[in-house]
């Protein structure tokens, strides 16, 4: 145990050491019920398959704002002792005149160090969409270089790399993966080469970890943190002037949930980030979630993002609404559902 709690802080290390990135992948307030699309490495870690869908709208009320669909399905393999998990996901999002599509599927290796105790080593490939449609914008300056001779309605598809470590128990989990490896652009320098476009869709680091505290036979406490990052190892200059420079820091959700009767499942959560940017406050939105759990499996959630910037004004809040089944291949309905 002590070398997995030294693995743990080097990885924290890690993490918080990063000043400067930029976040391109889609976010999930529910992201604990969708832990596939930002880990590999979970597939295969329940006893049995599970299945979720989720849909989000973030800042509601605003023309173009993001949209996003996600379905994962992961499973363990019982002809293997349950030591290999596979798993798909599928994220479909759209922003503005862009829109992309991912879909990747998971091999993940599981060491069983106890009945509780479990390491998981995943790859993951798979292929990406990338779409816009430019002619939508209201183009101030029509003869803005930016946009002459440039294709108005690219359609690209990009092959993805992606891999994860995951270590859990019943009663806590931690993980670090890099779900797409593979830097795409976007635009092509050759056009124009009088003119630098920096367009182009960068590898994400995720760190993961959470717990499950008692507080009751009947009430159990159990508190989640996810940190998303880009530009781990120096990607970006540091230099706003740059072309290479992208301000979006380091972002951090915390989550903080009670679990009623293995039924009833309340939290809340805060996202935000460990830098400012441009000395302004990189406060995003405070949250509120819950999710029901049926005895045949059947499992449905919703959440509602407060947002605290000043899209405020302009917007009604984002929010997710989530669907799920968990399959038991030994009681034919789940008794006690997976905490993680």
Known sequence: ??????????????????????????MFTKYMFNQLSYNPAYAGSYDFMSIAAIHRQQWWGIDGAPITQS???????????????VG????????????????????????HFSPEHKLSFALQGGVMNWRADFNKLDIRDPDDVAYQDSDMTPNMWFPNFGAGVYYYSTHFYVGASVPHILNQDLRDADTTP?????????RHYYFMAGGMVPVTSDIKFKPSLLIKNV????????DPSSPNYAGAPTEFDVDLSLFFFETLWVGTSFRSSFEAFDGRSSVDSADIWAAYFLRNGLRIGIAYDFTLTKLRDAAKGSFDVMLGYDFDYKEKKIVTPRYF
Do not use: C, W
């Open 1 to 26: 145990m002590r070398k997995l709690f030294t693995i743990f802080s080097v990885l924290v290390i890690l993490t918080l050491s990063v000043q400067v990135k930029a976040q391109q992948d889609p």
């Open 71 to 85: 379905f994962t399905i992961h499973t363990p393999l019982p002809i293997l002792d349950n030591k290999v998990g």
């Open 88 to 111: 798909l996901s599928v994220i479909n999002d759209k922003i503005g005149p862009t829109g992309s599509t991912n879909i990747n599927l998971s091999y993940a290796y599981h060491i």
């Open 194 to 202: 009088d003119i630098v476009k920096n367009a182009q869709l960068y």
């Open 231 to 238: 530009g781990l190892f120096g990607e970006f200059d540091s």
